[in-house]
């Protein structure tokens, strides 16, 4: 995309770029995921997984909070949170210690590394089912296993609050079943210990959300105070 620069109302120079629209609009302006949506979504995280197999670049692998499969960092932040909220984080904590060896042992590729709601595109349906046509805002990318991507997506489905614990697990299902088969072929043909780790991951990411939520107001207050 080719880009220009111009002074802003404060005179401060910004960068501008041009690029081709995207038809569709923000998932997370969009009524709630159907399943069918959602694993449409996992098949578009598997062809993304595969279009990027044998892309690299250096800042691939700069240091980033948001690399999920260094989300130990939010431990130093639990202060932030509210207790009920910190005890949960805990919890998550202690489950993604326990998951790191297998994250470790997975082949890494280049990954979106930031597929949440405002990233995904869909196109609403009324006769047909919704779908999603494309993505937007690669500038997280970074290094890691494939399924550190879906997991971000189960995260940002898990999020809803509407959704009782059930529905949240059968999203993540759905998300898992559309990977799967773009992949594999077959949601059977991925090990129980993969299916265990995805949504593992989905936890610990929406713990970290969480984190940085609380990190934000603590660091507005502290700047409202000065």
Request: aromatic share 4%; net charge negative; hydrophobic share 45%.
């Amino acid at each position: 995309a080719d880009r220009a620069e111009m002074p802003d109302n404060d005179g401060a120079t910004r960068i501008l770029w041009m690029q081709t629209a995207l038809t569709g609009k923000p998932l997370g302006a969009a009524p709630p995921q159907s399943l069918h949506l959602l694993r449409d979504l996992g098949a578009l995280a598997g062809r993304l997984s595969r279009a990027l197999d044998g892309f690299d670049h250096p800042l691939l692998d700069r240091p980033q909070k948001w690399r999920l499969s260094d989300g130990g960092w939010i431990a130093d932040h639990l202060a932030l949170l509210p207790p009920a909220r910190k005890a949960l984080v805990s919890d998550v904590l202690t489950e993604f210690t326990a998951l790191h060896p297998a994250l470790d042992a997975l082949p890494a590729q280049p990954i979106h590394n930031d597929l949440n709601d405002w990233n995904v595109l869909i196109q609403q349906g009324l006769a047909a089912p919704s779908q999603v046509t494309g993505l937007i805002d690669f500038g997280d990318m970074t290094r890691g296993p494939v399924i550190c991507d879906l997991a971000i997506l189960a995260a940002y489905a898990m999020l809803d609050e509407e959704k009782a614990k059930r529905q949240r697990l059968h999203s993540v299902q759905a998300l898992l079943h559309g990977e799967a088969e773009t992949l594999h072929g077959d949601l059977r043909d991925v090990e129980p210990p993969a299916r265990n780790l995805a949504q593992g991951l989905a936890s610990c990411e929406a713990a970290g959300l969480l984190v940085k939520f609380c990190t934000d107001d603590s660091l507005a207050h502290a700047g409202s105070r000065d």
